[in-house]
């Protein structure tokens, strides 16, 4: 059974940093492509950066490009996503994503998302 | 970036109703076009893919059609496990961006 399990989120001030985990179970975690998707409350889905594989391939939305690194150890089937000069309009709930395509078949991320974990809330606020 | 546009944004119906959810799009994708059901406190859950393929356990009453910038997707028969919030995506180019969702409430 596929398993993403978040960590790391909570309350923080604006311009500080959060470091967010999610532990991968359940599936070859180095054959398959990750993503970060967020919901602010009682808001809809925003997708938030990806990384391929290999960590050979990684891309963010303009919202928090320059901010945010998202990162992989495939050794401890783990996914990270580093979270620096928060801002209130951060706050959400980060979802840990699982990409469907296989590495021969993820171009940049370009498939659906069939594992989400449960989320963990980051929030901004002084 | 890609603008995904539902309709309607909420909508009432009655267990038993066919419930129709409509998704356009600003520019074509072919059929790179993805369906989630969310239900309250809970991560979102793939029902469609590639626009018309059935999500591995996700039940047959739920179907997707379209191509191009037109995409639906169809309940058959609402069953009362199927009141929730519905968001399209696309995963044709970066960033990959969702429909702004439906809500589907009991009428």
């Known amino acids: 059974e596929v398993q993403l399990v978040e960590s790391g989120g909570g309350l923080v001030q604006p311009g500080r940093s959060l470091r967010l985990s999610c532990a991968a179970s359940?599936?070859?975690?180095?054959?398959?492509?990750m993503h970060w998707v967020r919901q602010a409350p009682g808001k809809g889905l925003e997708w938030v950066s990806y990384?391929?594989?290999?960590?050979?391939?990684?891309d963010y939305a303009d919202s928090v490009k320059g901010r945010f690194t998202i990162s992989r150890d495939n050794a401890k089937n783990s996914l990270y996503l580093q979270m620096n000069s928060l801002r209130a309009e951060d706050t959400a709930l980060y979802y840990c994503?699982?990409?469907?395509?296989?590495?021969?078949?993820?171009?940049?991320?370009?498939?659906?998302?069939?594992?989400w974990g449960q989320g963990t809330l980051v929030t901004v606020s002084s | 970036d890609i603008q995904m546009t539902q309709s309607p944004s909420s909508l009432s119906a009655s267990v038993g109703d066919r419930v129709t959810i409509t998704c356009r799009t600003s520019q074509t994708i072919s059929r790179y076009l993805n369906w989630y059901q969310q239900k309250p406190g809970k991560a979102p859950n793939l029902l469609i893919y590639a626009a018309s393929s059935l999500q591995s356990g996700v039940p047959s009453r739920f179907s997707g059609s379209g191509s191009g910038t037109d995409f639906t997707l169809t309940i058959s028969s609402l069953q009362p496990e199927d009141f929730a919030t519905y968001y399209c995506q696309q995963s044709y180019s970066t960033p990959w961006t969702f429909g702004q969702g439906t809500k589907v409430e009991i009428k």
């Open positions: 359940g599936f070859t975690f180095d054959d398959y492509a």
């Open positions: 994503v699982k990409s469907s395509a296989p590495k021969e078949r993820d171009y940049g991320g370009n498939s659906d998302f069939d594992y």
């Open positions: 990384i391929s594989w290999n960590s050979g391939n990684l």
